[in-house]
C-alpha cells in the first residue's frame, strides 16, 4: 500500500517514564475511514502512544506522520489543529458548568454587545450544539449541568466537543468502560456512523466482542511492544486474547460444588432514598451465607448500587437492618464496618476507592495504616508501606508504579487490581465487589474470577454487584435480581438460565 493512502503514521515511537517503558519500538499505520483497535492489558501502553497522537505526551524516540506530513505534536492545541480529538477514559469535563459551556471551552463564539463590548454567544452557541447533536443522533439539552447529567451522557458531550472542532481523526480511550450494556450497543452504532461519514476511528479497549463487532483491523500491544495488526474479521477472539495476555485464556471460570457456612450477611427490610428522598432500594430482604457468591443483577439505576453503598456505610439506610456475623451495622461508620468484617470494592474507582496523589504503598494500606506494622505509638513507619506494596504488587501483577509513586498517572486497570488488591488483603467475612471487572483486560477479569471463589472457598462471604450477565452466570452461587429498587427473584444460579435472568431484568417477569 502506497504511503499516501495512510492518515496516520507512528513510525518506531519509544516513549520511558523514567525505568518503565511504556512504548518499546511501536510502528502503526492507519487508514483513513477505518475503525482501527488498539487491543493490549491494562499497562500494555495503548493509553500512552494515543496520548502521544494527541500531544499530551512528547516520544523520547520515533517519528510521527499525519497524511503524510511529518508533525511535531507539543500540545493537544496543536493537535486540535491538525484535526484530532480525543476521549479520555476519564472524562475532562468541568462539573459545574452546562453541556455548551464545556464543548465551547478555550474556543467560545464571541459576539459583540451594541457593536462594542465583547461577549460569549451562549445562546448561539446553545442553538448550534443542538443541531450538531441531532444531526449525528448523540441527542443532548445543551443547558443542563455536567453534574446532573448520566454518564453516557457526558460521553456524548465528549464526542459532541471533538465533532465541534471538525476533528477528522477520532480516539476513544476504553470508551464503554463505564456503560450499560444497551448503552454500549448504541456507542458501538455511533462509532459505524461516524467512520460512513469519513471520520477515521482509533479505538483503545480490551473488550473483544466490541472490536470483532466495530473494528476493520487491531494492533495487539503486550508489555510496550507492538506483537501483531490483524485483520479483525477473519481472526478468532480466542487467538486476540492469546497474542494480547501472551499465553492462553480460558473463558469459562472453573469453581467446585459451593459449600456453604453460616449466615453472614443478612439484611432485613431494607429503604434507602436518594438525595431527591425517592425510595431506590426498596424493603429488600437477603442473606449472604459463608463460602457463597450472591449476585445481585439487574440493568444499571435499579438500586445495586445503592445497596451496596448501604452495606458499607457509604449511604444512610432509611429503614431495616444490616448485621454481619450478627454485630449490627445500622449505625455505625465506614472504619467500624471495616473492622466489623466488611472489605468494598466500589464502583467509582476514583472518586471512593483510591486518593490519587497518595502514593500506590499507602493507598493499598489505606484500610490498616493505623495498625502495626505501618504505625507504632502514633508514628508511621514508610518502610513498611513499601515492603507490604512489593508484596501485593507482585501477587497482583499491578503494573506502571514503584511502591513510592502516586496511582494518579497510572491506567484504570491497574488502579483497580490495586482496590482488589487492599480489599482481598483485609482477609474480611464479607467481600463485596461492585463492578470489580469494569475497565479490566481479559487476563485480569480472569484473575478476578479466580480469587473471588477462591476466597468464597475460603469461606468468605462474597456478594457480587455487576452489570455483567455473563459474569454473574458464570461466578454466582446464587442470584437475586433487582428491578426497580425490589429484589424481585432469588433462586440458586444452577436453576436459572441467562435468558430467565435478562427478563427479570427487564421486568418482564415476576415473582
Excluded at 46 to 73: N, W
Excluded at 181 to 188: D, G, V
Amino acid at each position: 500500500m502506497e504511503q499516501e493512502d495512510y492518515i496516520i503514521e507512528m513510525r518506531h515511537i519509544t516513549k520511558r517514564f523514567g525505568a518503565v517503558v511504556a512504548n518499546d519500538d511501536v510502528s502503526i499505520s492507519v487508514r483513513k475511514g477505518e475503525i482501527y483497535a488498539l487491543l493490549g492489558e491494562n499497562g500494555a501502553g495503548k493509553s500512552t502512544l494515543m496520548s502521544m497522537l494527541f500531544g499530551m505526551y512528547e516520544p523520547d524516540e520515533g517519528e510521527i506522520y499525519i497524511r503524510g506530513q511529518k508533525v511535531r505534536i507539543h500540545s493537544p492545541n496543536q493537535a486540535t489543529k491538525l484535526n484530532i480529538g480525543m476521549v479520555h477514559q476519564h472524562f475532562k469535563l468541568v462539573q459545574n458548568y452546562t453541556i455548551t459551556e464545556n464543548i465551547v471551552l478555550g474556543i467560545e463564539p464571541i459576539r459583540r454587545k451594541f457593536g462594542l463590548f465583547p461577549c460569549v454567544d451562549l445562546k448561539g452557541a446553545n442553538e448550534k450544539i443542538r443541531a450538531l447533536s441531532k444531526a449525528y443522533g448523540l441527542e443532548v439539552e445543551p443547558t443542563e449541568k455536567i453534574e446532573d447529567v448520566s454518564v453516557s451522557i457526558q460521553q456524548r458531550v465528549e464526542i459532541l466537543k471533538m465533532l465541534y472542532r471538525n476533528a477528522e481523526i477520532l480516539i476513544f480511550d476504553e470508551p464503554t468502560a463505564v456503560l450499560t450494556p444497551q448503552e454500549i450497543e448504541f456507542l458501538l452504532e455511533i462509532l459505524r456512523s461516524l467512520r460512513d461519514g469519513g471520520k477515521t476511528i482509533i479505538l483503545i479497549t480490551h473488550k473483544l466482542e466490541e472490536i470483532k463487532k466495530v473494528a476493520d483491523r487491531c494492533a495487539i500491544l503486550c508489555r510496550g511492544k507492538l506483537v501483531d495488526v490483524l485483520d479483525v474479521a477473519t481472526t478468532s477472539t480466542k487467538k486476540m486474547a492469546n497474542l494480547m495476555v501472551g499465553r492462553d485464556v480460558s473463558f469459562v471460570v472453573d469453581k467446585k460444588p459451593p459449600k456453604f457456612g453460616d449466615v453472614v450477611l443478612d439484611v432485613k427490610d431494607l429503604c434507602v432514598e436518594n438525595r431527591d428522598h425517592f425510595d431506590v432500594v426498596k424493603h429488600v430482604s437477603f442473606q449472604v451465607h459463608a463460602g457463597e457468591i450472591f449476585a445481585v443483577a439487574g440493568v444499571a439505576g435499579n438500586g445495586q448500587g445503592e445497596l451496596a453503598d448501604a452495606i458499607a456505610g457509604l449511604t444512610p439506610q432509611k429503614a431495616g437492618k444490616i448485621t454481619v456475623n450478627g454485630t449490627d451495622l445500622t449505625n455505625l461508620g465506614v472504619r467500624a464496618r471495616t473492622k466489623a468484617g466488611v472489605s468494598y470494592i466500589p464502583e467509582d474507582r476514583q472518586a471512593v476507592g483510591l486518593i490519587l496523589d497518595f502514593s500506590l504503598g499507602e493507598n493499598l494500606a489505606l484500610k490498616s495504616y493505623g495498625d502495626p506494622p505501618f504505625c507504632e505509638h502514633g508514628v508511621l513507619k514508610p518502610d513498611a508501606f513499601v515492603e507490604h506494596a512489593k508484596g501485593l504488587i507482585s501477587d497482583y501483577d499491578i503494573r506502571g508504579q514503584k511502591p513510592e509513586g502516586p496511582v494518579r498517572p497510572m491506567s484504570g486497570g491497574n488502579q483497580q487490581k490495586i482496590i482488589v488488591a487492599r480489599e482481598i488483603d483485609l482477609e474480611s467475612p464479607l467481600m463485596i465487589f461492585v463492578q470489580p471487572t469494569r475497565g479490566l483486560d481479559i487476563g485480569a477479569i480472569e484473575n478476578i474470577h479466580k480469587r473471588m471463589i477462591a476466597e468464597r472457598d475460603k469461606g468468605k462471604a462474597v456478594l457480587l454487584i455487576s452489570l455483567e450477565l455473563d459474569e454473574i452466570m458464570n461466578c454466582a452461587d446464587t442470584i437475586g435480581v433487582m428491578y426497580n429498587g425490589e429484589m424481585t427473584k432469588i433462586a440458586a444460579a444452577d436453576t436459572l438460565t441467562a435468558n430467565e435472568v435478562g427478563e427479570f431484568m427487564m421486568g418482564v417477569k415476576a415473582q
